[in-house]
Every structure is written in structure tokens, then in C-alpha cells.
């Protein structure tokens, strides 16, 4: 059975520190890997996939990702981070040609000016 | 290009009350179609899906049910709501063996 581990489910960061937010994952199969962000009483908006091939991964609004099979992780990074990202993510696991998403708990992510 | 739809974005019940849940998709065909649950706090709960027609797969046992009627169609129901019903609830569909979800905007549900 797949699962997903959000660690931490408050991240606080500076405007214009680091961004990073952990992910670890179980499965059995290759998996296929999302980061998906939620704004409060919104829908979530995919901001990245892993299927296969490179393994660093570039999302929208500057947002990337790796995915470490030896450490089974797919941790969410930015460089730099802007107020209007706060919001709250989630990582999310696939099996290739499966039926199911499983999310993690989501990591609610404040930025302080 | 696709659009998914669900409604009412907001919804109070009462206990014992029923409940019915839209979504509805556009410009695909054969999607599979999926119910989550966030509860406050708490991450996505995947409460059904579909591959079809008339199929719904339950993930989890509560006093909700699915059904597809159509195609691009799918219904969450409660035939008598309690407090814990209480939570987010967002559809999404993907293609048949595809890769990422597409969600719909979510309905937030109170039982008082």
C-alpha cells in the first residue's frame, strides 16, 4: 500500500528565505510523485509531477522538487519566498496507470514580512 | 480544454438532514472521478472513485454513499448527515490511467 509523510504540518519562513518542505513516501511500485497547493476554501492546483526522467523537478512560481529513491523522499524547495505563498501543501503519490491519489496531512506553510 | 465543476461551493445541514453533492466534468470523456474529504486540520481523505459508469469503489466504511450516473457525472449522498459529516469535500477526476487529479473547487460542508 502507498502512503505519504508530511513532516511538520506548520512551516514558517521569512519572506525571501528558504523554502522547504519534506516529503517521504511509501510504495511498492515506481511511483509517480505530486506537490499540489491549496488557498484557503480553493481547490488544490498541481504545482509539480514526478512520472520518470530527471529526477529534479521544476514547478510553476518557482518551485522544484527531488526525487531521491534511496532516501524515498520528494522534498519541495524555493529559493526564495514571497508572501503570496503561503497556503497550504500537499504531497501525493500515484501509481503509474493506477486509479488512486493518496495525500499526505498538508504542511501549512506562513510567510512573515 | 477540460473544466471541472462542483457545487454549492457552501452548504449547512442539519443532523438527519440528506445530502447531495454535484460534480460534473467537461471536454473529457471516460474519466475516472474522485470524492475527497478534508477535515479541519487533517489532510485529504479519499472517500471514493470511479473508473466508469455505475462503478464506485468505497475507500473507507461512513454514512456516505457515490454513484455515476453519467459519464462525467458523479454524486456524493448521505441519506441522514451527522456532525462528524462536517469537512471539505473536493472532487476531481483524471484521465484513465493518467497521472495528476484535477480538482474542483471544493464544498465546505457544516452539520450543526
Known amino acids: 500500500a502507498q502512503s505519504v509523510t508530511q513532516l511538520g504540518s506548520h512551516v514558517s519562513v521569512s519572506e525571501g528565505a528558504l523554502v522547504l518542505l519534506r516529503c517521504n513516501y511509501s510504495?511498492?511500485?515506481?511511483?509517480?510523485l505530486f506537490w499540489y497547493v491549496q488557498y484557503p476554501n480553493q481547490g488544490l492546483q498541481l504545482l509539480l509531477k514526478y512520472t520518470t526522467g530527471a529526477t529534479l523537478v521544476k514547478g510553476i512560481n518557482g518551485f522544484e522538487a527531488e526525487f531521491k529513491k534511496s532516501e524515498t523522499s520528494f522534498h519541495l524547495t524555493k529559493p526564495s519566498a514571497h508572501m503570496s505563498d503561503a497556503a497550504e501543501y500537499f504531497c501525493?503519490?500515484?501509481?503509474?496507470?493506477?486509479?488512486?491519489?493518496?495525500f499526505g496531512a498538508g504542511t501549512r506553510l506562513f510567510v512573515k514580512a | 480544454s477540460q473544466t471541472i465543476h462542483q457545487w454549492p461551493a457552501t452548504l449547512v445541514q442539519p443532523v438527519g438532514s440528506p445530502l447531495s453533492l454535484e460534480c460534473t466534468v467537461e471536454?473529457?470523456?471516460?474519466?475516472?472521478l474522485y470524492w475527497y474529504r478534508q477535515a479541519a486540520g487533517r489532510g485529504l481523505q479519499l472517500l471514493f472513485y470511479?473508473?466508469?459508469?455505475?462503478?464506485i469503489s468505497s475507500e473507507v466504511p461512513q454514512n456516505l454513499s457515490a454513484s455515476r450516473p453519467q459519464d462525467r457525472q458523479f454524486i456524493l449522498s448521505s441519506k441522514k448527515l451527522l456532525l462528524s459529516d462536517s469537512g471539505f469535500y473536493l472532487c476531481a477526476w483524471s484521465v484513465t490511467g493518467g497521472v495528476e487529479a484535477f480538482f474542483g473547487q471544493g464544498t465546505r460542508l457544516t452539520v450543526v
Open positions: 471536454g473529457t470523456s471516460n474519466p475516472n
Open positions: 510504495s511498492s511500485v515506481p511511483p509517480y
Open positions: 501525493a503519490v500515484s501509481e503509474a496507470g493506477g486509479f488512486k491519489t493518496i
Open positions: 470511479s473508473v466508469g459508469i455505475g462503478q
